[in-house]
Nanobody
């Protein structure tokens, strides 16, 4: 059993900042890639940012320059630092971790609401 525990979501004013965290528990397996996805009402889930075990990062064009993804030294926690938030960023944010075994795990989602 692997459980991803997310935290850091909430309500913030436009232009503000939030930092999301996601910690993986319950596995000895190594994680190959960690990422954040989001889903707004009526829209498909989309990739926001990802980071590989090798340190490569990828960002959606809509968040590039505003969001930063990082991982801790234990490589079991992923962060998403969100700055200059916009109302369009309002969504449920999900963390996803892909292990070297090839299996994916998803967090339960955390709500981010940006008011104007």
């Amino acid at each position: 059993q692997v459980q991803l525990v997310e935290s850091g979501g909430g309500l913030v004013q436009a232009g503000g900042s939030l930092r999301l965290s996601c910690v993986a528990y319950g596995s000895r397996l190594s994680i190959g890639v960690m990422g954040w996805h989001r889903q707004a009402p009526g829209k498909q889930r989309e990739l926001v940012a990802s980071i590989t075990s090798g340190g490569s990062t990828n960002y959606a064009d809509s968040v590039k320059g505003r969001f930063t993804i990082s991982a801790d030294n234990a490589m079991n926690t992923v962060y998403l630092q969100m700055s200059s938030l916009k109302p369009e960023d309002t969504a449920v944010y999900y963390c996803k971790m892909t292990f070297f075994s090839g299996r994916d795990y998803w967090g339960q989602g955390t709500q981010v609401t940006v008011s104007s």
